[in-house]
């Protein structure tokens, strides 16, 4: 498991690098718009919800160290293409792939199941979360700094998350065991397997990773726009933020999730983080016009309003992962979390299909005050699935 880890780390520092550097990529260097950002965002979490669910079912029959190798071997081309194109099309082929290869994270959360009772499994969400957020730590530093190294902007970042990749491909084939005994005749039809999908209740669940991920998926596309048209800061600036935003994650799905769920359970931390999640999108909403001035300074405004986003995320995230995990049933888990997460990524395209064009017509202030209103279905879809947990069992 510390090896998972270990590899969950070493592809999000790469994942990080990245996220400072897209706009201008895709803006200054390619020519393309903001829409196209969005669009090309979209494409590789369009990806994503194809593969989750193929990945993780493909992990239940044939293993998922095999599945987890090969798809990181992808990514690790992905990266390599996008960093030596300036080319528009190109880039959308290189995140379209990746995106296909990413959904290897259904695999991730499979083997933590696997490896995991039921009352360590928020906590071990957690910790993968935090290796997430480290990665977010170091990588977005990273990518500002390395922006522009060696010709256009994006070359040595997306170099170095190739990199990186291949370098948790092989720690993957060194350090992860295989979990399960793979099973290559299980083979259910689509139908079949969406009937056993939402007899085991998890239909509630992929409702609500849908809305958890349209209404953050805001803050990918509109935050980074917001830093560079309404504070002109610039990519190192904004690599900057998103460490910060990193140190959030680590400290609350690292330190902070274990006792949180030890003492209102998973749903009860993943409707607070819900609640959390909306009031950081409307107060962002309401910041913006002001230019985030909080206390005479927009360095203040923008902790602030990071910081209820991200505890927000960073709380609900992981405890729907683990809630849902205690549903899947026995032999089916991967292709099960496979079906939630690809809603999660139906629900991030769609998010980012809608802050392009919300962004264009009534700018930040406009996504995330849709941002805010989708968190509050989500608050209201936890709290369903808490009621109807009082009242049914999972079926193992």
Known sequence: MKGLLLVVFVNFVGVGALIPVLPYAVIDEAGGSEFSMAMLMAS?????????????????RIGRKKVLITSILITTLGYLVFALTTNLALMFVSRIVSGLASGNI?????????????????????????????????????????????????MAPFLVAATLS??????CQFFVDESIRPDPKMRLPFKERWGDFMASGLGGFAVAVFLLNLAFAQVEVSFVLVMKDVLGFTSMNTGWVFTWIGVLIVIVQGGLIGPITGRIGDMGAALAGSVFLGAGQLMTMFLIPFGFMVAGSSVAGVILSTTFVCVGFALTNPTLASASSKRARTGKIGGSIGLVQGFGSLGQVSGLILAGPLYQFGGGGLTFGTGGVICFGLALTNLWIIMRAKTTRPDR
Not at 121 to 127: D, E, F
Not at 166 to 171: A, C
């Open 44 to 60: 590789f979490a369009l990806a994503m919800f194809i593969g989750s669910p193929v990945l993780g079912s493909l992990s239940d």
């Open 106 to 154: 259904s695999v991730v959360h499979a083997i933590i199941t696997d490896n995991t009772k039921p009352d360590q499994r928020a906590r071990w969400m957690g910790l993968m979360g935090a290796c997430v957020g480290l990665g977010f730590v170091a990588g977005p530093a990273l990518g500002g700094l390395l922006s522009g190294l060696g010709g256009a902007v994006h």
């Open 166 to 171: 291949f370098l948790g491909m092989v720690l």
